[in-house]
T-cell receptor, first 114, second 115 residues
Framework: DGGITQSPKYLFRKEGQNVTLSCEQN?????MYWYRQDPGQGLRLIYY???????QKGDIAEGYSVSREKKESFPLTVTSAQKNPTAFYLC?????????????FGPGTRLTVT | AQSVTQPDIHITVSEGASLELRCNYS??????LFWYVQSPGQGLQLLLK??????LVQGIKGFEAEFKRSQSSFNLRKPSVHWSDAAEYFC?????????????FGTGTQLKVEL
């Protein structure tokens, strides 16, 4: 079945440590996205990538980094510079062409930093 | 600035009752509009979308939404709610630009269904 996988589902880290969240898709989509979700704030865009080896900052990129070395993969690193990293992180992807506006979401990773 | 507003943070309905969730958008031109649903601890599932044409769109799980340009609204409706519809609902909008497809989300409406 085609879809988006995120691992792990739950992640715990100590303050000051970097942590990388995985996102893989087998939908053959060109574009991938990372969102952060906090209670009462909806989803906010962290980074997005329209094509391999290229990515752009979203609305809240500070303290995060990404890479896009393969079409299928778009890992997100939460660095120690992110002041409030505890959140639910969602990865999404979309195709190019006439349906590029329809985004499909993974199941999410809940990160807790103490 | 582009924005999507969901005025209702929480809504409670009885099972079998009708449902309407409100969504208003503020964009320079009519955006593409979406409704997503999220169960606790899960990702988002697309319920329906509006791009152009017929202003009443049908989605999955018996949901529909009506686009009203004059009111900048895209409200989600269901004639008879089931207990399994309890979830959080997000309205979202986008305008494809040279910078790609960036969705703007509302803050969500939490739906509780009373049995």
């Amino acid at each position: 079945d085609g879809g988006i996988t995120q691992s792990p589902k739950y992640l715990f880290r100590k303050e000051g440590q970097n942590v990388t969240l995985s996102c893989e898709q087998n939908l053959n989509h060109d574009a991938m996205y990372w969102y952060r979700q906090d209670p009462g704030q909806g989803l906010r865009l962290i980074y997005y990538s329209q094509i391999v080896n290229d990515f752009q900052k979203g609305d809240i990129a500070e303290g995060y980094s990404v890479s896009r070395e393969k079409k299928e993969s778009f890992p997100l690193t939460v660095t120690s510079a992110q002041k409030n990293p505890t959140a639910f992180y969602l990865c999404a992807s979309s195709s190019s062409g006439s349906k590029s506006y329809e985004q499909y979401f993974g199941p999410g990773t809940r990160l807790t930093v103490t | 600035a582009q924005s999507v507003t969901q005025p209702d943070i929480h809504i409670t309905v009885s099972e079998g009752a009708s449902l309407e969730l409100r969504c208003n958008y503020s964009y320079g031109a009519t955006p593409y509009l979406f409704w997503y649903v999220q169960s606790p601890g899960q990702g988002l599932q697309l319920l329906l979308k509006y791009f152009s044409g017929d202003t009443l769109v049908q989605g999955i799980k018996g949901f529909e939404a009506e686009f009203k340009r004059s009111q900048s609204s895209f409200n989600l409706r269901k004639p008879s709610v089931h207990w399994s519809d309890a979830a959080e609902y997000f309205c979202a909008a986008t305008r494809l630009t040279g910078g790609g497809n960036k969705l703007t989300f509302g803050t969500g409406t939490q739906l509780k269904v009373e049995l």
